[in-house]
C-alpha cells in the first residue's frame, strides 16, 4: 500500500490518495474513501486501524521524523526537546490536541518552537538554521542526503514555505504515527516484525527512478505515461486512459515499487542506518 499524504488545512484533502496491489502481481488500485469524493485523514487513521488487509507493506510518502543528528536534538537549546520520534510525535500530538483534522498548526505557531521553522510571510525563525551553517535549505536528516545521492531534490522538513515542502505534510504525518502507536510499527523507528503489517517512509520520486524516470519526471499526468512506468516495473498496467492526477499516479506507482522493492534485503539494512539514526531520525525506505 502507498499513501500520498498532504498537509493541507481542510476535513478532506484532494492531496491524498491510497494505492493497494498484492504481493502476487495484479496492477495497483486506487482505494476510495467510501461515499466521498477526497479522502481525510481521519479516514487513513481508521483504514490503517481497521480495514488494512493483514501483512501489509505500508508506505506513507512523507518524513516520520525531524533532523537530530546534526546537532544532537530536534530542537537544540531548547530544555524539552524530545529523545525520540516516538516521543516528538506524542509532543505534536499533544500540542495540537485541538486543532481540527489531524493538523498541526499550533506546533508551528508554538511560542518557543516556531523559531526553529520557516513559515509563511517570511517568518524564518532564528533557529532555522543550525549556528555556523546557513544552508539555505534548512536542516537535513541523514536519510536526505541519501535521496539527494539518488537524484531526488529533498527538502528541509522545517521548512513550510513553497510547493515542494514537505513539513507539513510530516508534521500531520507524525499525529497519524503518534495514534498508531502500539497498533502498527513504524520501521526503523521499530523492529522490522516478523510477520504482520508495517509502516514505512516513501519518496514517490524513488520509485520512478526505479521505474526509469529522472526525478525531473517524476510527476506523470497521463495514464499513458503511468502504465509505461508500470511496464518497466514488471508490473500489469492500470485499464484506463486520459489524464491523471500526480497523487494518485504516485500512490499507484509506488505501490508497484514496494511489490518489488520489499524482498530486496539490501534496502533494509541501509550502511549509515546506525540503531540510534533508527531510533531519532528514522529512514526513508529504498534511499541508500
Known amino acids: 500500500m502507498a499513501i500520498d499524504?498532504?498537509?493541507?488545512?481542510?476535513?478532506?484533502?484532494?492531496?491524498?490518495?491510497?494505492?493497494?496491489?498484492?504481493?502476487a502481481g495484479e496492477a495497483p488500485r486506487l482505494l476510495q474513501p467510501g461515499e466521498h469524493r477526497h479522502w481525510s485523514r481521519a479516514q487513513v487513521l481508521d483504514l490503517l486501524l481497521n480495514a488494512c488487509p493483514t501483512d501489509t507493506l505500508i508506505g506513507l510518502d512523507l518524513g516520520i521524523s525531524l533532523p537530530f543528528s546534526d546537532a544532537g536534538a530536534f530542537f537544540p537549546?531548547?530544555?524539552?526537546?524530545?529523545?525520540?520520534?516516538?516521543?516528538?510525535?506524542?509532543?505534536?500530538?499533544?500540542i495540537c490536541a485541538h486543532d481540527p483534522h489531524l493538523s498541526a498548526s499550533s506546533f508551528v505557531d508554538h511560542p518557543d518552537l516556531?523559531?526553529?521553522?520557516?513559515?509563511?510571510?517570511?517568518r524564518e525563525g532564528a533557529r532555522f538554521h543550525?549556528?555556523?551553517?546557513?544552508?539555505?535549505?534548512?536542516?537535513?536528516r541523514?536519510?536526505?542526503?541519501?535521496?539527494?545521492?539518488?537524484?531526488?531534490?529533498?527538502?528541509?522538513?522545517?521548512?513550510?514555505?513553497?510547493?515542494?515542502?514537505?513539513?507539513?505534510?510530516?508534521?500531520?504525518?507524525?499525529?497519524?504515527?503518534?495514534?498508531?502507536?502500539g497498533q502498527v510499527p513504524v520501521w526503523p523507528v521499530d523492529p522490522l516484525p516478523g510477520s504482520g503489517s508495517v509502516i514505512v517512509e516513501i519518496y514517490t520520486t524513488l520509485a520512478a527512478v526505479a521505474a526509469g524516470r529522472s526525478a525531473s519526471r517524476a510527476k506523470m499526468t497521463s495514464y499513458a505515461a503511468l502504465n509505461e512506468a508500470l511496464c518497466a516495473l514488471g508490473s500489469p498496467p492500470v485499464c484506463?486512459?486520459?489524464?491523471?492526477?500526480?497523487?494518485?499516479?504516485?500512490?499507484?506507482?509506488?505501490?508497484?515499487?514496494?511489490?518489488?522493492?520489499?524482498?530486496?534485503?539490501?534496502?533494509?539494512?541501509?550502511a549509515e542506518?546506525?540503531?540510534?539514526?533508527?531510533?531519532?531520525?528514522?529512514?526513508?525506505f529504498g534511499a541508500q
Open 5 to 23: 499524504w498532504s498537509g493541507a488545512v481542510g476535513a478532506r484533502q484532494k492531496g491524498i490518495a491510497v494505492a493497494l496491489c498484492d504481493a
Open 240 to 270: 484506463a486512459e486520459g489524464p491523471i492526477d500526480d497523487h494518485s499516479s504516485d500512490a499507484l506507482l509506488t505501490a508497484a515499487w514496494l511489490r518489488t522493492a520489499a524482498p530486496q534485503a539490501a534496502l533494509w539494512t541501509p
Open 114 to 122: 516556531s523559531a526553529y521553522f520557516r513559515r509563511h510571510g517570511g
Open 77 to 94: 537549546e531548547w530544555a524539552a526537546s524530545p529523545s525520540d520520534a516516538p516521543a516528538l510525535w506524542a509532543l505534536i500530538d499533544a
Open 142 to 181: 541523514v536519510t536526505e542526503t541519501a535521496q539527494a545521492r539518488a537524484g531526488c531534490k529533498p527538502y528541509s522538513n522545517f521548512n513550510l514555505v513553497g510547493a515542494a515542502q514537505v513539513g507539513k505534510s510530516s508534521l500531520t504525518g507524525m499525529r497519524l504515527l503518534h495514534r498508531l502507536r
Open 130 to 140: 543550525l549556528p555556523g551553517a546557513p544552508d539555505k535549505r534548512g536542516r537535513m
Open 273 to 284: 542506518l546506525t540503531p540510534q539514526l533508527a531510533r531519532t531520525e528514522g529512514w526513508t
